[in-house]
């Protein structure tokens, strides 16, 4: 697997490895001390492929969407907490997630008048909602662009702290992507509810989900029309995942593809989460210990 060569200073997406690499999934780090850098690491490690994935990557500064406390770490390649549960990716995985839905752009944009939909799930501090709007609309489009064939991005995060932190980041800089100038609404609403609108269901796209499942449940594979990609993160809680593509084919099958490893929050309640972030700690001891046999601890560039 993937943690495997990467402990021998390889990995397959990414070739030799010559710097630090995340101990984890074994990708390069990234890490710098601007957006413009990350993005450009980012890029150079073979995370972001895709122009549009580049172009809208280098466009959102990840440094907006982070608490104050944690400015000075904004740009470096690893998940920070954001409370309540939650935290903000790290970089080269959120880049990796953007890269494999940004492949899937034009097929996504293809027979559709009115542009792609878009769902991100568990949007947190707003970061990728924001990445995913760029990749609808762009900055540098025209002004006087028809709305109508730009798309529609629903995000949705359940916790109405994170819901309007996400507002706040995203308005900063980007807000012209809500509607009805942009294709962005961002709700506070549970992911898992989501299946439940009409106007969602066999409709979608793309998803992004923020949030681990164990499996891929029907209520999101019912969310993608055919030929859509959902990436989420599969596997147990608090344990070694793996970021997947799932693909809906025709017949209503899906095809499931492993990218990376990854450890996740679980989906869940806003209670349960909210519990889990008052004993953050002792969950991300329980991380350690599930995870010791995937960790790469021999070699020591590996962080």
């Not at 609403?189 to 998803?207: H, N, T």
């Not at 923020?210 to 993608?224: D, F, H, K, M, Q």
């Not at 990854?262 to 309640?269: I, N, R």
Request: charged fraction near 25%.
């Amino acid at each position: 697997g993937a943690a495997m060569a990467a402990a021998a200073g390889q990995d397959e997406n990414h070739g030799a490895i010559d710097g630090p690499c995340c101990r984890f999934c074994g990708a390069p780090l990234s890490s710098a001390a601007s957006h413009e850098g990350l993005a450009r690491s980012l890029r150079d490690n073979g995370l972001l492929r895709m122009e549009a994935a580049i172009a809208a990557y280098s466009a959102v500064d990840r440094g907006d969407f982070v608490p104050e406390d944690l400015a000075e770490e904004a740009y470096l390649d690893q998940a920070l907490v954001l409370g309540g549960g939650a935290q903000i990716s790290a970089p080269h995985v959120h880049a990796r997630a953007l890269d494999l839905l940004a492949q899937r752009l034009s097929v996504a944009c293809d027979g559709h008048a009115s542009g792609p939909l878009v769902l991100d799930l568990g949007a947190g501090s707003g970061f990728m909602a924001a990445v995913l709007g760029r990749l609808l609309f762009p900055a540098s489009r025209n002004a006087d662009v028809d709305r109508g064939k730009v798309g529609r991005l629903l995000a949705a995060e359940h916790l109405d702290e994170l819901t309007a932190f996400a507002r706040k980041n995203i308005a900063r800089s980007h807000g012209d992507l809500f509607a009805p100038t942009g294709p962005l609404e961002l709700v506070c609403a549970d992911m898992r509810e989501l299946a439940g609108r009409s106007d969602l269901i066999g409709a979608c796209d793309l998803v992004h989900c923020g949030a681990a499942l164990e499996e891929p449940a029907p209520w999101l594979t019912a969310l993608l029309r055919t030929g859509g990609r959902a990436v989420v993160p599969l596997g147990p809680t608090d344990a070694p995942q793996w970021l997947c593509t799932v693909d809906k084919l025709e017949q209503g099958g899906i095809e499931v593809t492993r990218q990376m490893p990854v450890l996740y929050v679980p989906a869940t309640s806003a209670q349960e989460q909210r519990r889990r972030g008052e004993c953050w700690d002792e969950v991300v001891d329980r991380c350690s210990r599930n995870s010791r046999d995937i960790l790469l601890y021999d070699n020591p560039d590996v962080r």
